[in-house]
Nanobody, 121 residues
Framework: QVQLVESGGGLVQPGGSLRLSCAAS????????MAWYRQAPGKQRELVAA???????NYADSVKGRFTISRDNAKNTVYLQMNSLKPEDTAVYYC???????????????WGQGTQVTVSS
């Protein structure tokens, strides 16, 4: 099994910054794409940013220029640096990882438990 543990959420004022982390552990051979999603009350879960194991990152238009996704493959960890936060960024943020558990296995999607980000004065 694989576990994703997120940290770094909290309450921040508009214009502030937060850094989210998500560490994957367990039976892992390789991780393909790692990503952050978010879900605000009454809305569908949406992709915020994604980072493949090699290749270009991908961002939602609403966060381009403000958020930066990065990863540390040695630690199986993905980060989301969030700057210039706005009230509309308020949501539960979820980490997602495409994990290959053995060299002959297909990839499986895993989710973290979510971390609350609240942007409010």
């Amino acid at each position: 099994q694989v576990q994703l543990v997120e940290s770094g959420g909290g309450l921040v004022q508009p214009g502030g910054s937060l850094r989210l982390s998500c560490a994957a552990s367990g039976s892992i051979f390789r991780i393909n794409t790692m990503a952050w999603y978010r879900q605000a009350p009454g809305k569908q879960r949406e992709l915020v940013a994604a980072i493949p194991s090699g290749g270009d990152t991908n961002y939602a238009d609403s966060v381009k220029g403000r958020f930066t996704i990065s990863r540390d493959n040695a630690k199986n960890t993905v980060y989301l640096q969030m700057n210039s936060l706005k009230p509309e960024d308020t949501a539960v943020y979820y980490c997602n990882a495409e994990v290959i558990q053995t060299w002959y296995s297909p990839s499986t999607n895993y989710w973290g438990q979510g971390t609350q980000v609240t942007v409010s004065s």
